[in-house]
């Protein structure tokens, strides 16, 4: 069965810290997606990549950077984490053509930032 | 520009009743492709229908059943029989050929017993 894994269900972190968001797919899809999710604003992309070392940027990546050494591996990084960065992230899969399969999400990683 | 409109926030029925959820969406292109995904309580987002521009056939599948038509730019899903587990939150997403997938703001459902 389709699994995608993200390291943390709640992450507590502190304003200037540099965090680490990991997420492990077992698909060996080719593309890997960061959205995050707030209240009313539904689902927002941050980044994606299409093939190991690739990066494309979402629609609102200012204040994150992502790696993608392995293809079952994307990381999320917030290289100076602010409060506005408090938020439920997810992270997704898929293979083929980016627009038109699905993606299979993770269970979520709730980061506070104090 | 794409854009996906889920203009129900929440929506609360009691168990057994008949809930449709709406989405409307905005595209330019011929080609495009409709999801629809469910957020229960656990948090993971769980692929529920695909459908691609060219096929306007309604899909039904045990209880759900989705509605398309081009004409009103319309994608919308109809639970029948609701019941308490299907309480979560919705999404409808659309993506246009060679483009990434764009999200709805989803709504929230309540099914009360």
Redesign the interface.
Same mark, same amino acid.
């Given at each position: 069965d389709v699994k995608v894994t993200q390291s943390s269900r709640y992450l507590v972190k502190r304003t200037g810290e540099k965090v680490f968001l990991e997420c492990v797919q077992d698909m060996d899809h080719e593309n890997m997606f960061w959205y995050r999710q707030d209240p009313g604003l539904g689902l927002r992309l941050i980044y994606f990549s299409y093939d190991v070392k690739m990066k494309e940027k979402g629609d609102i990546p200012e204040g994150y950077s992502v790696s993608r050494e392995k293809k079952e591996r994307f990381s999320l990084i917030l290289e100076s984490a602010s409060t506005n960065q408090t938020s439920m992230y997810l992270c997704a899969s898929s293979t083929g053509t980016v627009s038109n399969q699905p993606q299979h999400f993770g269970d979520g990683t709730r980061l506070s930032i104090l | 520009a794409q854009k996906v409109t889920q203009a129900q926030?929440e929506i609360s029925v009691v168990e057994k009743e008949d809930v449709t959820l709406d989405c409307v969406y905005e595209t330019r292109d011929t080609t495009y492709?409709l999801?629809w995904?469910k957020q229960p309580p656990? &948090? *993971?987002?769980? @692929?529920l229908i695909?459908r691609?521009s060219f096929d306007e056939q309604n899909e039904i599948s045990g209880r759900y059943s989705w509605n398309f038509q081009k004409s009103t730019s319309s994608f919308n899903f109809t639970i029948t029989a609701s019941q308490v587990v299907d309480s979560a939150v919705y @999404?409808c997403a659309l993506? *246009?050929?060679?483009? +990434?997938?764009i @999200? &709805? +703001? &989803?709504t929230r459902l309540h099914i009360l017993p």
């Open positions: - | 926030t492709y999801f995904y656990s &948090g *993971e987002l769980v @692929f695909r691609n @999404f993506s *246009e050929a060679d483009d +990434k997938i @999200f &709805g +703001k &989803g």
